[in-house]
């Protein structure tokens, strides 16, 4: 098979770190972040979609707030909404009514180009497809977006590489990798932008519970070391337990 040549970066390893989980008890219970502390807020948000002839209201009316350096586990039904919330707050997609805000910041009100350059360059984005590009090695998928936004740090790529376990997979293409080793590039692609705010659906759901553990220990770490915010959905009440808080999507609501 003939692939297109990128460009390959040598990287330097770092010493790894860990952190550990705080009790589930502590971290369910954990309170609404204060005012000055907020980085993103969702006020009033409505959604719905054509299914034939009738309009299925999927948000009703969502409220929901995210501090810097915190974690939010987003659970839910099957089908309740929840990756149509990412999607909003991400810009991939507008509300009928309501704001998301960033700072001073309202996200529907930016352009479509707008829009694409806030997400390139102030959210880091791990969906279920991986949406790795084939053509490039990993080490530059990794690099891809940083690159993009004009905010690439060898050092911090580094640290990384070396945090995920990629060092002898930098020259591979996502076809010889696994499911699991993809995950974790799309993981890293996410963080190295140094985003303001992580947005995950199901990061873990294709990885075994170890590995799982392992990557979410990581997220956790490096979002409280980066002070950026950290939503993810997950249909785990183990992995929700980790996370800072939990808020639960039922009939177009946050509870």
Known sequence: MVRRRAARAMWPRHAATRSRAASASSRHDAPRPSDHRLMLTVSGLTKSYRSGQDSVAVLRGVDLALAAGESVALTGESGSGKSTLLHLIAGLDQ?????????DVTISRLTDAERAAFRRERLG???QQFNLIPSLTVADNLAFQSRLAGRHDAAWHSELIERL???RLLKRYPEQLSGGQQQRVAIGRALAVKPTL????EPTGNLDEAT????LALANDLVRRTGCGFLMVTHSERLAATLDRRVNLHAGLIH
């Open 212 to 215: 799982a553990d392992d990557v």
């Open 95 to 103: 509300p009928d009514q309501g704001e998301i805000n960033y700072g």
């Open 198 to 201: 992580l947005l995950a659906d």
């Open 125 to 127: 984005l791990v969906f």
């Open 165 to 167: 376990g990629l060092g």
